[in-house]
């Protein structure tokens, strides 16, 4: 009987143990999926799959480093956020709080709807050659299913109470909880709504192009603590190292007047 028990126990184990290295699941560390190391590392997402091609044949790949930008003639970003997360999940390779409709931004007559917001520590995009500790990425998406993402980079500082909504509602890898209350949206918001705007892709496998990229100037900070927690979270970095801009122009956009 107590035979039985346990080699039922050992079997629920093993299927946890499994279920935790299958897709979207999947730690960073991951063998078999994508991730930031090893077999899975960035430099091989294109050969894990037919839908990663992307990311190794894209010619507008996200992230990048920003320079040799230009005053462009994009609209100023204004955001409209009155709303809450309602949960947090946790995929192996970031923590997200996820959003349900009626907070968004809109750049001139175009309107995204803020889908959620995650973190990657190192951050990915560069800023003139300099690096930064961490990112936050605010996922939004219009009516036609086009991406806008909002990218605030962090410097090692004080702490970031933003940064701490994210971590405090993690849960464990492949589980998600329910927020009561969550994180109020307005308070990602920077005080200064300056951006570079370019045309990239997601950052994550399949690597999608045509995502319109807003890098918010303001850059926040984050305590070395935040930072070893999100890495700890995630089983390690989990930013995508720059990509080549090629033949693409970075614009600065100012703030609303
Ligand atoms: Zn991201």
């Known amino acids: 009987m107590i035979k039985s028990a346990l080699l039922l126990t050992i079997a629920l184990l093993t299927a946890l143990a499994l279920a935790a290295c299958n897709g979207e699941t999947a730690p960073a560390h991951s063998p078999g999926g994508w991730g930031y190391s090893g077999p899975g590392a960035p430099d091989k997402w294109a050969s894990l799959s037919d839908d990663y091609r992307a990311c190794g044949e894209g010619m507008a790949q996200s992230p990048v480093n920003i320079a040799g930008y230009a005053p462009g003639d994009a609209a100023p970003v204004a955001f409209h956020y009155p709303g809450m997360s309602t949960s947090a999940r946790n995929n192996g390779h970031t923590i997200y709080l996820d959003y349900e409709p009626g907070n968004g931004i809109s750049v001139g007559a175009r309107n995204y709807t803020l889908l959620g917001i995650h ?134 956009i100012a703030g609303p007047p």
């Open 119 to 252: 973190f990657h520590s190192p951050a990915e995009h560069t800023l003139d050659g300099e690096s930064f500790t961490a990112e936050l990425h605010l996922v939004h998406q219009d009516d036609s299913a086009n991406l806008a993402v909002v990218a605030l980079l962090f410097r090692a500082g004080v702490p970031s109470s933003i940064v701490s909504a994210l971590l405090d509602a993690a849960p464990e890898v492949g589980e998600t909880v329910d927020l009561e209350p969550g994180a109020k949206a307005a308070a990602f918001i920077p005080a200064q709504l300056g951006y570079y705007g370019y045309n990239g892709s997601l950052t994550t496998p399949p690597c999608t192009e045509g995502v319109r990229w807003l890098v918010m100037r303001e850059i926040g900070t984050v305590s070395p603590e935040q930072a070893a927690k999100m890495q700890k979270l995630t089983g390690g970095p989990n930013n995508r190292p720059v990509q080549p801009l090629g033949r693409r122009t970075i614009s600065i």
